[in-house]
């Protein structure tokens, strides 16, 4: 489904969050530390915005992995790395986030933007993600949410059911992704049980900030540093 809708994927992000995906990404990206040479993966890149983003605004990311399960949107990812020449510090794979078999405890901060329900098994994720980080190192994942208000609730569930399909199908020619979209944002865990799932997983110091109305999250955790204990 990715690999088809991969050349319409950004334009289609940017119109239908009414470009505040822009702000979402910096959000994310400013959320990690400055002041120390960090390696940096970000699970389910897509066509790189977020891997970029945390690049352009942390001149400390010596090096950065970009991992997708779709060769399409690696490759417009790709031609985005080369053209804002940044290929010295990025290297992408492709795999699958929930088993993605790169070695454990090998990064500082691992990040996820509107990913992790796409995977099969979020908790897994969750673990896999854990698994990945140093002791001491920082999960960051945004995701979709669904505003606690019932009026913006009503507002937002109509978009997403009858606006985001139509104009998904207009511009990528896809029904299919785009009510699968709806679905996926409307079937996924609250804010509040998605911390708790991030808690399960072996996450510490979990937070959750609502953006937007809280039609996104920013999910943060640290993997413990057991030595210390």
Known sequence: MFDR?????????????????????????????????????????????????????NPNIAEAVGLDISENMLAICRRKIVRRKLADRVSLVRADASTCGLAGESFDVVTMGFGIRN???????????????KPGGTALILEFSMPASRILRSFYLSYLRFFVPLLGRLLSGNNHAYRYLDKSIENFHRADDFRRLMQKAGFSDVSATPLTFSVACLYQGTRPDESND
Not at 46 to 56: A, E, H, K, N, R
Not at 119 to 133: G, W, Y
């Open 5 to 57: 809708i991969a050349p319409a994927y950004d334009i289609l992000n940017h119109l239908l969050s009414f470009g505040r995906d822009f702000s979402w990404r910096c959000r994310l990206a400013d959320a990690i530390v400055k002041n120390e040479k960090l390696r940096v993966l970000d699970l389910a890149t897509g066509t790189g915005d977020i891997l970029i983003t945390l690049l352009d605004r």
């Open 119 to 133: 995977t099969p098994d979020a908790f897994k994720t969750l673990t896999e993600i854990r698994r990945l980080l």
